[in-house]
């Protein structure tokens, strides 16, 4: 069974710093997607950004991108500039081809500080 | 503003009370998905519609009963719930099943068994 794990509880960052936030995942499919959710205090799951497993290119968007390491099975986020509005739990998740689901992480809370 | 709307955002039930939650969509997506989200935990799959289709059932207790009356709307019948039934449900739609689909989720109804 696909796992995802994310090894940091809760991280802090300054805000207008950089801050990474990692994720490792197990699997035997070679070709799959990877998410990473954004949910505030609002409750909302926010996509933030994903990746086909098949394209090398990492994915960004705006101040946010991510380390896609394909045969570590390593999809870490990095989240430049960090704003105050970034402060949520992060989640991310795995899905493969088929009728299957989408697999969490455990999260990581991030804080920022002003 | 979330493009997903659910009602109640709160409900307090008796264990013995029957309610409904509902979720609507206006993006014409034909994916409908039920989440249940412990505090502190990732969301947890429950069910997925697919063209108003039950094609998941995470094997679900049959207290919980959904319903897709149209594409637009899913339906989360409750009957006899227990307290760890107490949970935040979180429903989402994509606009198909396949593997790369963002799911765009509510804000969710906060559910609290008495």
């Known amino acids: 069974a696909q796992t995802v794990t994310q090894s940091q509880p809760e991280m802090s960052v300054q805000e207008a710093e950089t801050v990474t936030l990692s994720c490792t995942y197990d699997t035997s499919e070679s070709d799959y997607y990877l998410f990473w959710y954004k949910q505030p205090p609002s409750r909302q799951m926010i996509l933030v950004i994903r990746q086909e497993a098949y394209k090398q290119q990492n994915a960004t968007e705006n101040r946010f991108s991510v380390n896609f390491q394909k045969a570590a099975k390593s999809f870490s986020l990095k989240i430049s500039d960090s704003q105050l509005g970034d402060a949520a739990m992060y989640f991310c998740?795995?899905?493969?081809?088929?009728?299957?689901?989408?697999?969490f992480g455990k999260g990581t809370r991030l804080s920022v500080i002003a | 503003d979330t493009e997903v709307t659910q009602t109640p955002k709160h409900l307090v039930m008796g264990m013995t009370n029957k309610k409904s939650l509902k979720c609507e969509q206006h993006?014409?997506?034909?994916?409908m998905y039920w989440y249940k989200q412990k505090a502190k935990k990732p969301p947890e799959l429950m069910f997925v519609?697919?063209?108003?289709?039950?094609?998941i059932n995470e094997s679900v207790p049959s207290r919980f009963s959904p319903e897709c009356p149209n594409s637009s709307l899913l339906n989360l019948h409750l009957h006899a719930l227990q307290p760890e039934d107490s949970a935040l449900y979180l429903c989402?739609?994509?606009?198909?099943?396949?593997?790369?689909?963002?799911?765009?989720f509510g804000d969710g109804t906060r559910l609290s068994i008495l």
């Open positions: 993006m014409g997506h034909r994916a």
């Open positions: 519609y697919s063209y108003e289709k039950l094609s």
């Open positions: 998740a795995y899905r493969s081809w088929g009728n299957t689901p989408l697999v």
């Open positions: 989402a739609s994509s606009q198909e099943t396949g593997v790369g689909q963002p799911q765009h």
